[in-house]
């Protein structure tokens, strides 16, 4: 079942981010996930939201989830954004495919 990592983010630190930004795609595409969306101006169409950016990845499943958020590599470069950031990850299941 597919899984989705939502983030979103406040960045106070924005050169440390971008050396993240920077180094994260190929992470993520070797463990199989999927940038699907990014946008540091989203629009709030109800409520209050305190964040700068949000983040929306897919993974084929929560184990390629895993394997992706607990990897060497992951790890190294999640330092920059650890440091850089504040903010909240949500992982959200999926809905399977109908057949």
């Known amino acids: 079942m597919p899984v989705y990592a939502l983030a979103q983010i406040s960045i106070h630190d924005r050169p ?18 999927r940038l699907l969306a990014t946008d540091e101006s989203p629009r709030v169409v109800e409520g209050t939201w305190p ?9 084929d499943s929560r184990e390629d989830f895993e394997r992706w958020s607990t990897s060497p590599e992951y ?9 850089a950031t504040e903010g909240v990850v949500l992982l959200v299941d999926g809905i399977p495919a109908r057949r």
């Open 16 to 33: 440390r981010y971008d050396r993240y930004v920077a180094a994260f795609m190929p992470v993520l595409l070797r463990y199989r996930g």
């Open 51 to 59: 964040y700068d950016k949000v983040i929306l990845m897919a993974f």
């Open 75 to 83: 790890r190294e470069i999640s330092r920059d954004r650890e440091a």
